[in-house]
């Protein structure tokens, strides 16, 4: 721990760290970066939202989205742009039948 003339500044390595609050854990900055170098999950024991003043953009290799239960709904309030070598909606999968439990 330093104090620095900017503030207090905090470094904790180790081979592991858990924060465990009863209550709410709340981060708040005025700018918030998270990395794992290799991976990152986030998971909710219930419902979870993600909301932004500006724009949103996901980006990787390749994405998923899969509802487990109920529907996928996608508005806007302009045009949608779907831009793919192909679009293929309701389709096989490649070398087999689509499996109802996915």
Same mark, same amino acid.
């Given at each position: 721990?330093?104090?620095?003339?900017?503030?207090?500044?905090?470094? !904790?390595?180790? *081979? #592991? /760290?858990?924060?465990?609050?009863? *209550?709410? @854990?709340?981060?708040? #900055?005025?700018?918030?970066?998270?990395? &794992?170098?290799? &991976?990152?999950? !986030? +998971?909710? *024991? *219930?419902?979870?939202? @993600?909301?932004?003043?500006?724009?949103?953009?996901?980006? %990787?290799?390749?994405? +998923? @989205?899969?509802?487990?239960? &109920?529907?996928?709904? @996608? %508005? #806007?309030?302009?045009?949608?742009?779907?831009? &793919? +070598?192909? !679009? /293929?909606?309701?389709?096989?999968?490649?070398?087999?039948?689509?499996?109802? %439990?996915?």
């Amino acid at each position: 721990m330093r104090v620095t003339p900017a503030g207090l500044s905090l470094c !904790i390595e180790s *081979g #592991a /760290l858990t924060l465990l609050s009863s *209550g709410t @854990l709340r981060v708040d #900055a005025e700018r918030l970066e998270l990395r &794992g170098r290799s &991976g990152v999950t !986030i +998971e909710s *024991g *219930g419902d979870a939202a @993600l909301a932004v003043a500006g724009d949103l953009t996901v980006r %990787a290799s390749s994405q +998923e @989205l899969r509802a487990t239960l &109920g529907d996928v709904r @996608l %508005a #806007a309030n302009d045009d949608v742009k779907v831009d &793919g +070598e192909r !679009i /293929l909606l309701n389709s096989e999968p490649e070398g087999g039948s689509r499996d109802p %439990a996915r």
